[in-house]
């Protein structure tokens, strides 16, 4: 039941042809499917799976699927409400075209992005990270200030610096001889499959990511630091939006 994950390849492919392999009370799975499931603190995709004969399902959600031996590129696609006599008659084995609300995952690219770039600004570890289609929530361990004004020119000029970004993969065991790599505490590096992906942001910033990112950050375009406040005694949070 396990699904080829291409947004991991290609996080601009927008659209596939799949194979259903199970419908189940999670959702609908997929031999292969361009929709990320929630994790590493980024929203899952929505959008529709379209059938052979035209009917349109709209997916409302995608969430990493429940299973013995599940990896965690294994995704199910979960049905907005109210479908439930499309849903009785799909069967494994239909085909269908599946297609990602381009629109909601290009911000959550460039939110996702631009949260790596605030590592570079901020070297603090990282215990929390949510990242939506509205904004980007950070939390940095940290007890020092955090000023907004410097946040935002700091961003500003990363993202203005049109720095390329790109995945690179290294072994489990090259990841495990290299915990400096890893920034945030609270999302574990996607290990188990034989190999991790890193995502390096030219001259600004490595570190492993399974999430979907913009090929360069000139993309991410104008941000704001909407607020900044004390999580905690030893915790910031800030949070960005789109200007
Ligand atoms: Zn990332």
């Known amino acids: 039941m396990s699904t080829r994950a291409l947004f991991r390849q290609d996080a601009y492919q927008t659209r596939c042809d799949a194979t259903i392999t199970a419908i189940d009370e999670q959702g609908i799975h997929l031999d292969q499917t361009v929709f990320y499931p929630l994790g590493g603190g980024q929203a899952g995709d929505a959008g529709t799976l379209t059938l052979a004969d035209g009917t349109v399902l709209t997916i409302a959600d995608t969430r990493k699927a429940q299973f013995e031996g599940a990896t965690p590129d294994d995704a199910v696609h979960v049905p907005a409400p109210g479908q439930e006599e499309t849903l009785a008659g799909l069967t494994p084995g239909d085909r269908v075209s599946a297609e990602i609300d381009w629109e909601r995952r290009y911000r959550?690219?460039?939110?996702?992005?631009?949260?790596?770039?605030?590592?570079?600004?901020?070297?603090?570890?990282?215990?929390?990270?949510?990242?939506?289609?509205?904004?980007?929530?950070?939390?940095?361990?940290?007890?020092?200030?955090i000023e907004r004004e410097f946040v935002e020119a700091r961003l500003a000029e990363l993202v203005g610096g049109s720095h390329a970004v790109e995945t690179e993969w290294i072994t489990d065991d090259e990841m495990a001889e290299r915990p400096e790599l890893v920034r945030t505490m609270s999302v574990k590096p996607p290990m188990g499959l034989g190999r991790v992906r890193l995502l390096r942001i030219q001259?600004?910033?490595?570190q492993p990511c399974g999430g979907t990112h913009v090929?360069?950050?000139?993309?991410?375009?104008?941000?704001?630091?909407?607020?900044?406040?004390?999580?905690?005694?030893?915790?910031?949070r800030l949070v960005l939006e789109f200007v």
Not at 203 to 206: F, G, P, S, Y
Not at 215 to 236: C, F, P
């Open 108 to 145: 959550h690219m460039r939110l996702h992005t631009a949260s790596h770039l605030m590592c570079a600004v901020l070297p603090y570890p990282v215990d929390g990270c949510s990242i939506t289609t509205d904004y980007a929530r950070l939390d940095f361990a940290t007890v020092e200030p």
């Open 215 to 236: 090929r360069n950050t000139g993309e991410i375009g104008r941000l704001r630091v909407a607020k900044v406040e004390k999580k905690s005694a030893r915790t910031r």
């Open 203 to 206: 001259n600004v910033d490595l």
